[in-house]
C-alpha cells in the first residue's frame, strides 16, 4: 500500500510535521510503502486564476501526480481560528483546479478521487486542533475522499513529544496508530474492490 503523509505546516519546529514523522514510522511498520512530503519543498504560489491562465505552475503538476499515485493518505493539520491553515486550502485548491487543454489533467478530482484519507491533528491546546478537522472532512469528502472515522486530535503538543520528536505517551501512540491501522485496512479493502 503506499501511502502520502504529510502536514499542513511548514515551521521548522511543528508539531503537526512531528506528528506526521510519527505517523509515517508507524504506516511503515505497518507495510506501507511511505512517501513523507514536506510541502515546504514545493514553491506553490496563492492559488490565482490568473496566474493559472498563464499556466500552472510545474510543482503543482509534480504534487497532482505524486498525490495520484498514493491510494492512501495521512494529513497532520494544525489549527488556526478553530479552521485548518491556509496552506493546505490553497495546495488542494491548486490540485483540484483542472489544467485546461491536458487530456489527462482536464478532471478535477484526478489526484484525489477515492483516496482513504486519515486525519490527524495536533495543537497546544486541549482541543489539539479538532474543529480544525470538522472543516478539512468536508473539503476532503467534496473531493470525493474517503475518509476514515477514525481520527485523532493531539492536544498540549507542546509536551507531547520527546527531544528526539518521539510521541511520549503511550495513550498517543496507541490513538495515532488506530488512525494507521484503520486507513491501510481501508485502502487495502478498497484495491481488492
Ligand atoms: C493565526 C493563528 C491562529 C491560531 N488559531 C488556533 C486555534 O484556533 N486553535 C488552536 O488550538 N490553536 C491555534 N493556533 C495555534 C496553533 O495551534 C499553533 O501555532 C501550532 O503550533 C501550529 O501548528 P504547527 O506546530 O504544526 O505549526 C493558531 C495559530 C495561528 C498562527
Known amino acids: ?27 511503515r511498520a505497518g507495510g506501507a510503502e511511505v512517501t513523507h512530503l514536506e510541502l515546504g519543498d514545493y514553491d506553490i504560489p496563492m492559488y490565482n486564476a490568473d496566474l493559472e ?4 505552475p510545474p ?11 498514493h ?6 493539520t494544525p489549527e488556526y481560528n478553530a479552521s485548518y491553515p491556509a496552506l493546505l486550502k490553497n495546495t488542494l485548491d491548486w490540485l483540484s483546479s483542472p489544467v485546461k487543454g491536458d487530456a489527462v489533467w482536464n478532471d478535477d ?19 489539539g486542533g479538532l474543529r480544525s478537522q470538522s472543516h478539512l472532512v468536508p473539503l476532503l469528502l ?6 476514515a472515522p477514525q481520527t485523532y486530535a493531539l492536544g498540549r503538543a507542546g509536551s507531547a513529544f520527546d527531544a528526539d520528536g518521539h510521541l511520549v505517551d ?16 481501508a485502502a487495502g479493502r478498497l484495491q481488492q474492490a
Open 53 to 56: 491562465a498563464r499556466g500552472t
Open 170 to 185: 503511550e495513550a498517543a501512540k496507541t490513538r495515532a496508530q488506530s488512525v494507521v491501522q484503520q486507513v491501510l485496512w
Open 109 to 127: 478530482f484526478r489526484f484525489s478521487r477515492g483516496k482513504v484519507v486519515g486525519v490527524l491533528s495536533a495543537s497546544p491546546g486541549a482541543l
Open 1 to 27: 500500500m503506499k501511502v502520502l503523509v504529510f502536514a499542513g505546516s511548514t515551521r521548522l519546529a511543528s508539531f503537526n510535521r512531528k506528528l506526521a514523522r510519527e505517523v509515517a514510522a508507524m504506516a
Open 142 to 147: 467534496n473531493l470525493h475522499c474517503w475518509v
Open 71 to 76: 491510494p492512501a493518505w495521512l494529513i497532520c
Open 59 to 69: 510543482d503543482v503538476m509534480k504534487l497532482k501526480q505524486l498525490f495520484y499515485e
